[in-house]
């Protein structure tokens, strides 16, 4: 029978068919190959595991780093908040206790746990994945199943190396043409997700098809399946291709010699067969797209950055006007301002989503040689240690310094209000991070999601800008358009 | 896990769509390693205005929660179900829940029952005309009351089973364990392993 490519992955982890039929069908026991770890939703289930006697069963499929809590500066420095430091202890006795390996904060590969899983090549196509985090869809970039699971469920996931899923319904994603320059992928989940709603994809597996996304970088791919959850999905996923391959090749844990023609072999096979039927789908033109840019509290409030600040009258559904008056009075934005008047306090270029390499180069394309808007303060914290370094290898740490913003150490940072790094009341910010919700950069926080690019060119000009609204720079700065 | 029958208590309306995790329960709370002790950090930023609806009585007495569309959005934080439990909310009725709250849910023993929007529309009115009214929520028949209100919801069935029995998940797995090493034994080799270590 022709399969989906979720579908292939997820009939290969089955280690037992539910029982029964239809409604009365019980769960599947799937294989986990991956479980991704880190200090926020781990220490009560390390703690369930000791209360109940029980061993984690595979700790070599196993691996915990720390992001959530770290301070981005002065890492070399005992954590200053007290229940972080001790959050972060816990993790470091756990793992010792359990035989989990860890990436410390100071260590070269600790960063983002979503960052670092495929930096080390851990992440493969047709894996299984999961980790007490939402934005573990990311990991689907690689063809790879991979979903954010709660702390009852990470237990599960040590004590027995499998999960009790139901099946998913699957959702095509098609996104054709290509995008213009300064349109990237951020922009083109922004669009899905604005389109199809917070819960357009509950119930789903999302597959990302068609040319545009064939066209897109690992980075840009991650960036994509990383805000699935953003548009409700329990996952998203991308075929692997050459493109996967080539970012794959050479990693720490990447197969070697015959086990990489072996896995080459098998990863070939996952594709959407041709005749196979998707439950759903959607269309995405990258023609036309533009920079997009929310306006509201949930990431599905978002709107083409040359477009206003919609009204609730704009919306039919009492809810969803409801909803958008709650919003325009927590972002403290009048109805048809245009977005690119909205003036903000701080750029934040960082996250599970926007703090690669490739988006750190974007982002220093777009500031190099240019001067940054004095009242806006921007802060870049890369999403691992390595990425760190591979940055300032190229020197893109002493171009966002000349341009003034901040040059940080690996972490969540400002994308969840659980560090230091957080917003003040009313603050407003242009953010490459994923959730625009109430609060989540700090208490009274204003988020408005953008791409990194369009972060850059925000922290230029002080209001929400895409970079065509740029002059060119004095030392031609050539606009790349490949990346983020 | 607590055996979840049925449950009667007072019923709370949040006129709201997209209720995420982090209004429920923001980061700031996630700091902790106990998995109880989260009453106080239920919709904290919500419960600082005096006009939420936790702040006023009889509701903040309430035990059955019922809100709008998309409720338990965004991270998966399952502090979120353990600050409802603490609270002592014991279900949630919405008419759409984000699959990793609902599974969350499942696991803690906290109801998330699925009815569909017109019927919360008319509990909501129920409740704020009466308020204090009591709502029901019985899982063997599916069924939702609340005044003249009765309601069908929706939830799967093998939660709802497990609910029933109050079974352990981990337990139930274990049970299975020859299975799982069975599988384990046709993994093919070139799949990663995170140990022995290996860095760039």
Same mark, same amino acid.
């Given at each position: 029978?022709?399969?989906?490519?979720?579908?292939?992955?997820?009939?290969?982890?089955?280690?037992?068919?539910?029982?029964?039929?239809?409604?009365?069908?019980?769960?599947?026991?799937?294989?986990?190959? @991956?479980?991704?770890?880190?200090?926020?939703?781990?220490?009560?289930?390390?703690?369930?595991?000791? =209360?109940?006697?029980?061993?984690?069963?595979?700790?070599? @499929?196993?691996i915990a780093t720390e992001d959530h809590n770290t301070p981005t500066l002065d890492i070399d420095k005992p954590i200053a908040d007290l229940t972080s430091r001790t959050q972060i202890q816990t993790l470091r006795n756990n793992c010792e206790e359990f035989g989990v390996r860890l990436h410390s904060l100071g260590d070269a590969e600790q960063g983002i746990v979503h960052v670092v899983g495929?930096?080390?090549?851990?992440?493969?196509?047709?894996?299984?994945?999961?980790?007490?985090?939402?934005?573990?869809?990311?990991?689907?970039?690689?063809?790879?199943?991979?979903?954010?699971?709660?702390?009852?469920?990470?237990?599960?996931?040590?004590?027995?190396?499998? =999960? %009790?899923?139901?099946?998913f319904k699957t959702m095509a994603i098609n996104v054709e043409g290509t995008l213009r320059p300064g349109v990237t992928a951020k922009d083109i989940i922004l669009a899905v997700i604005a389109k199809i709603g917070?819960? *357009? *994809?509950?119930?789903?597996?999302?597959?990302?098809?068609?040319?545009?996304?064939?066209?897109? %970088?690992?980075?840009?791919?991650?960036?994509?399946?990383?805000?699935?959850?953003?548009?409700?999905?329990?996952?998203?996923?991308?075929?692997?291709? /050459?493109?996967?391959?080539?970012?794959?090749?050479?990693?720490?844990?990447?197969?070697? $010699?015959?086990?990489w023609d072996a896995a080459v072999e098998y990863?070939?096979?996952?594709?959407?067969?041709?005749?196979?039927?998707?439950d759903a789908q959607v269309d995405l033109d990258a023609n036309t797209l533009e920079p997009f840019v929310t306006w509201g509290t949930n990431p599905g409030q978002g709107v083409s950055l040359s477009a206003k600040v919609p009204s609730p009258e704009d919306f039919g559904d009492e809810n969803a006007k409801a909803a958008a008056e709650r919003a325009l009075q927590y972002m403290g934005l009048a109805a048809g301002t245009p977005m690119k008047d909205i003036r903000v306090d701080t750029v934040f270029l960082g996250s599970c989503t926007n703090s690669r390499i490739e988006d750190l180069r974007a982002a220093a394309d777009i500031v190099r040689?240019? /001067?940054?808007?004095?009242?806006?303060?921007?802060?870049?914290?890369? $999403?691992? +240690?390595?990425?760190?370094? !591979?940055?300032?290898?190229?020197?893109?740490?002493?171009?966002?310094?000349?341009?003034?913003? /901040?040059?940080?150490?690996?972490?969540?940072?400002?994308? =969840?209000?659980?560090?230091?790094?957080?917003?003040?009341?009313?603050?407003?910010?242009?953010?490459?991070?994923?959730?625009?919700?109430?609060?989540?950069?700090?208490?009274?926080?204003?988020?408005?999601?953008? %791409?990194?690019?369009?972060?850059?060119?925000?922290?230029?000009?002080?209001?929400?800008?895409?970079?065509?609204? @740029?002059?060119?720079?004095? !030392?031609s700065a050539a606009l790349t358009t490949d990346a983020a | 896990m607590e055996k979840f029958t049925t449950h009667t208590g007072i019923g709370v309306p949040l006129r709201q769509s997209n209720v995420d995790t982090d209004q429920i329960i923001p980061a700031v709370y996630l700091k902790r390693i106990t998995r109880t002790g989260f009453e106080d950090a239920l919709f904290s930023a919500w419960r600082?205005?005096?006009?939420?609806? =936790?702040?006023?009585?009889?509701?903040?007495? *309430? %035990?059955?929660?019922?809100?709008?569309?998309?409720? $338990?959005?965004?991270?998966?934080?399952?502090?979120?179900?353990?600050?409802?439990?603490?609270?002592?909310?014991?279900?949630v009725l919405s008419s759409r829940f984000a699959d990793i709250f609902r599974g969350n849910s499942g696991k803690q023993g906290l109801l998330a029952a699925q009815v569909a929007?017109?019927?919360?529309?008319?509990?909501?009115?129920? @409740?704020?005309?009466?308020?204090?009214?009591?709502?029901?929520?019985?899982? +063997?028949?599916?069924?939702?009351?609340?005044?003249?209100?009765?309601?069908?919801?929706?939830?799967d069935d093998y939660t709802r089973w497990?609910?029933?029995?109050?079974?352990?998940?981990? $337990?139930?797995?274990?049970?299975? /364990?020859?299975?799982?090493?069975?599988?384990?034994?046709t993994r093919p080799s070139f799949k990663p392993l995170t140990l022995p270590a290996r860095t760039s």
């Open positions: 029978m022709a399969k989906t490519l979720a579908e292939k992955v997820w009939d290969a982890h089955v280690v037992r068919k539910g029982d029964g039929e239809g409604a009365n069908a019980q769960p599947d026991l799937l294989y986990i190959d @991956l479980h991704l770890v880190h200090e926020v939703t781990s220490p009560q289930a390390f703690e369930g595991l000791r =209360l109940a006697g029980r061993k984690l069963r595979r700790p070599d @499929l196993t495929p930096q080390l090549g851990l992440t493969q196509p047709g894996m299984t994945v999961v980790c007490g985090d939402s934005h573990t869809s990311t990991h689907g970039a690689f063809g790879a199943l991979a979903m954010g699971i709660g702390t009852s469920e990470v237990e599960h996931v040590m004590a027995t190396q499998t =999960l %009790s899923l139901k099946p917070t819960g *357009g *994809g509950q119930g789903y597996v999302l597959e990302y098809r068609g040319s545009a996304i064939r066209a897109l %970088s690992m980075d840009a791919r991650m960036t994509i399946c990383n805000m699935s959850i953003e548009a409700g999905a329990r996952a998203g996923m991308v075929a692997p291709d /050459e493109t996967t391959y080539a970012f794959m090749s050479g990693r720490p844990h990447a197969p070697q $010699g015959a086990e990863w070939n096979t996952l594709r959407t067969d041709d005749d196979a039927v998707f040689g240019r /001067e940054k808007d004095p009242k806006v303060r921007m802060l870049v914290v890369p $999403g691992s +240690a390595r990425v760190r370094l !591979e940055a300032e290898a190229e020197g893109l740490d002493k171009v966002f310094k000349d341009f003034g913003a /901040e040059w940080r150490f690996a972490g969540c940072s400002m994308c =969840l209000g659980m560090n230091p790094d957080q917003l003040e009341p009313g603050e407003r910010c242009a953010s490459t991070s994923n959730r625009n919700f109430e609060g989540r950069q700090g208490k009274g926080g204003r988020t408005h999601l953008v %791409s990194p690019v369009v972060a850059a060119a925000t922290a230029v000009r002080g209001t929400l800008s895409s970079p065509s609204d @740029l002059q060119p720079a004095p !030392e | 600082k205005d005096p006009s939420f609806i =936790l702040n006023q009585e009889p509701f903040n007495a *309430g %035990s059955v929660l019922v809100a709008g569309p998309d409720f $338990g959005t965004g991270s998966s934080r399952e502090h979120a179900v353990w600050a409802l439990k603490d609270y002592g909310f014991r279900a929007q017109d019927d919360i529309e008319l509990i909501w009115k129920v @409740l704020e005309n009466a308020p204090g009214t009591e709502v029901t929520v019985d899982l +063997a028949s599916k069924t939702v009351t609340c005044g003249n209100v009765v309601a069908p919801f929706e939830i497990r609910l029933l029995e109050g079974l352990d998940d981990i $337990g139930l797995t274990l049970q299975h /364990e020859e299975d799982i090493t069975a599988y384990e034994a």
